[in-house]
């Protein structure tokens, strides 16, 4: 098994670079949208129920309550499951890596870890220009703010249940930039940076 993690800030370009991915071949599987699904329940009489903060108390939840690796066993499950159906995949690409535990398995099984950088004015451009069902307007000061619960463990609960972005970025085998509007760029960039890691 082949396995790509992908993984950057909100609206830094994760989701495309899977995409990217997914149509050269690779099964694709978004954490993010696997704690989305949980948020928007738990937390569905707020106004912003996939809101960073609200996303991060549900992750951590969804960790407490089930196992630090309950996002990324998921993953993992619904690949076996496609292959069992006879589907053929290059590999996976399991995006949106937040926590320590699925880096960690990621690199133990000789996986590529690919961190996408972005400035947080671009990315918060990107995220107001592109509001998702379920998210409130907010300052980009009120961003980065929320983003904090997501860049290093909280004190008050257990490490091992956080997402924890700094470690995850430091374990990144592959860095690609994208500050840019220019998809075919960034896809370029991609392919420059992954050819000789990947089956493209």
């Given amino acids: 098994m082949k396995i790509v993690g992908v993984s950057g800030r909100d609206r830094s370009g994760k989701d495309t670079i899977a995409e990217y991915l997914i149509e050269k071949g690779y ?3 978004s954490l993010g949208d696997a704690v989305r699904r949980h948020s928007m329940t738990r937390h569905k009489d ?3 129920p996939i809101s960073v903060r609200n996303m991060t108390e549900t992750s951590n939840w969804l960790r407490t309550t089930y196992g630090p690796d309950v996002v990324l066993k998921q993953a993992l499950e619904e690949y076996e499951k496609a292959l069992e159906n006879g589907k053929v995949y290059k590999g996976i690409v399991v995006y949106s890596v937040r926590a320590p535990i699925e880096v960690d398995f ?4 000789d996986g ?26 907010v300052t980009i000061e009120e961003m980065l703010s929320q983003e904090a619960l997501q860049t290093s463990p909280q004190a008050d ?18 860095v690609i930039e994208n500050n840019s509007d220019d998809i075919e760029q960034f896809f370029q960039k991609a392919a420059d940076q992954l050819s000789n890691k990947l089956e493209l």
Wanted: proline share 2%; hydrophobic share 35%; glycine share 4%.
């Fill in 112 to 137: 590529v870890m690919v961190w996408i950088e972005s400035s947080d004015e671009t990315r918060y451009r990107r995220k107001i220009a592109n509001m998702r069902e379920g998210e409130a307007k």
């Fill in 157 to 174: 609960k257990p490490r091992e249940v956080q997402m924890d972005l700094q470690y995850v970025q430091s374990k990144a085998t592959v």
């Fill in 46 to 48: 707020k106004e912003d």
């Fill in 106 to 109: 990621i690199l133990d099984n």
């Fill in 27 to 29: 099964f694709g599987y």
